[in-house]
T-cell receptor, first 112, second 117 residues
């Protein structure tokens, strides 16, 4: 039931772009993206709902393809502050409680 | 953004004792809160869903008698690890859902590091 994230890790130079993918075998209603820095709680980035929408916050954006049950997170012109582990949390159409199942995470390291 | 606090931030206890962790939503009411467990360099594993005024629902494999959850008010949920053992050592994180819809955002607390000796 856990979504699959790829890649497991990525190393970027400041200013480079990266894509993180999240896919599920179940019908999704929502995809939530979080970033977690070492020893800290996950920080909410954005939520995408069924309907194939895209969202963005500064230079981080995401898309949700409900037909493929996939979401992608785009890091554009990466900054040092983007380093951390990114998790996607998926909400199923069959769940009314809003429970999220989290992927294994993608570790992002941005170097100067 | 919405703020969720957890207390304590870390706790060290002896095997066999019980530990209570509090999760509070500071600037919004949370009908539903969630409790997760995270091992080092691993993902967040949902333990239970806590609803104000009703019994918590536990995920498969989580012992409800060991991990007692009480959602006493719209801003407070507690997790009590009873008769803790070293294998219970972990990072426990709560989240609170802002809004009543299942797809509303969840905001996480800072987590509690539990070490059982």
């Amino acid at each position: 039931q856990q979504p699959v994230q790829s890649p497991q890790a990525v190393i970027l130079r400041e200013g480079e772009d990266a894509v993180i993918n999240c896919s599920s075998s179940k019908a999704l209603y929502s995809v939530h993206w979080y970033r977690q820095k070492h020893g800290e709680a996950p920080v909410f980035l954005m939520i995408l709902l069924k309907g194939g929408e895209q969202k963005g916050h500064e230079k981080i954006s995401a898309s949700f393809n409900e037909k493929k049950q996939q979401s992608s997170l785009y890091l554009t012109a990466s900054q040092l502050s983007y380093s951390g582990t990114y998790f996607c949390g998926t909400g199923l159409t069959t769940d009314s409680w809003g429970k999220l199942q989290f992927g294994a995470g993608t570790q992002v390291v941005v170097t100067p | 953004g919405a703020v969720v606090s957890q207390h304590p931030s870390w706790v060290i206890c002896k095997s066999g004792t019980s530990v209570k962790i509090e999760c509070r939503s500071l600037d919004f009411q949370a009908t539903t809160m969630f409790w997760y467990r995270q091992f080092p360099k691993q993902s967040l594993m949902l333990m239970a869903t806590s609803n104000e005024g009703s019994k918590a629902t536990y995920e498969q494999g989580v012992e409800k008698d060991k991990f007692l959850i009480n959602h006493a008010s719209l801003t407070l949920s507690t997790l009590t690890v009873t008769s803790a053992h070293p294998e219970d050592s972990s990072f426990y994180i709560c989240s609170a859902r802002a809004g009543s819809r299942a797809y509303n955002e969840q905001f996480f607390g800072p987590g509690t590091r539990l070490t059982v000796l």
